[in-house]
């Protein structure tokens, strides 16, 4: 599972021909949730409220590279890495 960046602990990742919808997985302190890119909600999974707070603020900085990832990766299996929180 490709790591697209890190952050404040938070590692967030993308699976290789994964389900739908669109989504990443972020996981902090044993703890992992997956997050809808197009309107950001959980879909599975949780974290800490803070730290969901910052996986939003940062996807919604994102929105389209981890669209574009999405692509790659279920068409082409690459991907970029996407800067982190700061």
Known sequence: MPEISRFLGISITMYFNDHMPPH???????????????????????????ITGFVIEWASLHQNELMTNWNLLNTKGIFNKVPPLV
């Open 24 to 50: 990443f997985h972020a996981e902090y302190n044993n703890q992992e949730a997956a997050f809808a890119i197009e309107n950001l909600s959980i879909i599975a999974g949780s974290l800490p409220p803070r």
